[in-house]
């Protein structure tokens, strides 16, 4: 659901969003709540640290093999747009994606819009 693939170097990187993505975040020492203000302050480091942990939660036993960062900057070098192109920025979508639809509703807000119920007399 939330998977795609990049092509570089002849080869094809499958990359999955998910629960290990937002952990090897964390693991770099950032908290979720900082996560939208690293992004901005240097979109360089986050970005490829984002699709390279999407690419390791894709591969085979999360072991990343023939995988490296240095493929996501190769990737993001050749690519139309590089970095704030549209192809990364779809994949930098499906990630924010990811998190959104992972985070648990309002539960007060789903309630408040329930219609009200009759109330009976006793």
């Not at 360089?44 to 240095?70: H, Q, T, V």
């Amino acid at each position: 659901m939330y998977s795609t693939k990049i092509e570089i170097n002849g080869k094809v990187i499958p990359i999955r969003f998910g629960a290990y993505v937002l952990k090897c975040i964390a693991d770099d020492g950032v908290k979720l709540q900082e996560l939208g203000e690293k992004m901005q302050d240097n979109p360089a480091d986050m970005f490829p640290k984002i699709i390279f942990y999407g690419a390791l939660n894709a591969s085979e036993g999360r072991r990343g093999d023939n995988i490296d960062i240095n493929d996501i900057y190769d990737w993001l070098d050749v690519i139309d747009g590089g970095l704030f192109g549209e192809e990364a920025s779809k994949i930098i979508e499906l990630f924010t994606k990811q998190m959104t639809d992972s985070l648990p509703k309002n539960v007060q807000a789903v309630q408040e819009k329930k219609a009200p119920q009759k109330k009976t007399k006793a």
